[in-house]
């Protein structure tokens, strides 16, 4: 059963850098997405970004020019960078596995089905 | 950018049944997928694709869609559904999640 692992540095000062990463064990990259989401206090899901197997990523266009994700298939692990953090940034950041599935051509469906445990992050000075 | 909008709260009395709806233009070539979270835990996937459950996830859950409108059905709803659920579909290439909603189980 796969299971995903996540750790960082939990309290940040504006203008800092997050740095986030995430252990898969139990499986491998090849045929997923990886994703990055993260919850504000009170808030809903936003979804940040994220990283195939293969190295291509996608990001949520709000965070684009702060976020990088990256891969490291010898260690099975996954990282976020979030650069310039503000108070804005503060929640819990999640990982998470995504599949994309063909129902019948022309739909399709993506899920998230494993998740890590989260990780609070808070942005003060 | 595609958006996938929830109603904020939805209210049930025990053992009776509910529909938490999630609509967006992106659900009209992607089933949404559904999640529940409750305080101070990660979200758990309980619906995907056309309709189907994770292993572990109660029948009385299940998930059916028309046009640009996916729902989430509990039959039978228990004291332990009160949670938050998400709907999340993707937009090409970006992943979207709904607003969310609240249940509570009267």
């Known amino acids: 059963q796969v299971q995903l692992q996540q750790w960082g540095a939990g309290l940040l000062k504006p203008s800092e850098t997050l740095s986030l990463t995430c252990a898969v064990y139990g499986g491998s990259f090849s045929g997923y997405y990886w994703s990055w989401i993260r919850q504000p206090p009170g808030k809903g899901l936003e979804w940040i970004g994220e990283i195939n197997h293969s ?14 994700i990256s891969l490291d298939t010898s260690k099975n692990q996954f990282s976020l960078k979030l650069t310039s953090v503000t108070a804005a940034d503060t929640a819990v950041y999640y990982c998470a596995r995504g599949i994309f599935g063909v129902v019948i051509i022309p739909y399709y469906y993506y899920d998230m089905d494993v998740w890590g445990q989260g990780t609070t992050v808070t942005v003060s000075s | ?31 949404a997928s559904w999640y529940q979270q409750k305080p101070g835990q990660a979200p758990v996937l309980v619906i995907y694709g056309k309709n189907n459950r994770p292993s572990g996830i109660p029948d009385r859950f299940s998930g059916s869609s028309s046009g640009n409108t996916a729902s989430l059905t509990i039959t039978g709803a228990q004291a332990e559904d009160e949670a938050d659920y998400y709907c999340n579909s993707r937009d090409g290439n970006h992943v979207v999640f709904g607003g969310g909603t609240k249940l509570t189980v009267l």
Not at chain 1, 55 to 68: D, Q
Not at chain 2, 1 to 30: F, K
């Open chain 1, 55 to 68: 190295g291509g990523t996608n990001y949520n266009p709000s965070l684009k020019s702060r976020v990088t």
């Open chain 2, 1 to 31: 950018s595609s958006e996938l909008t929830q109603d904020p709260a939805v209210s049930v009395a025990l053992g009776q049944t509910v529909r938490i709806t999630c609509q967006g233009d992106s659900l009209r070539s992607y089933y």
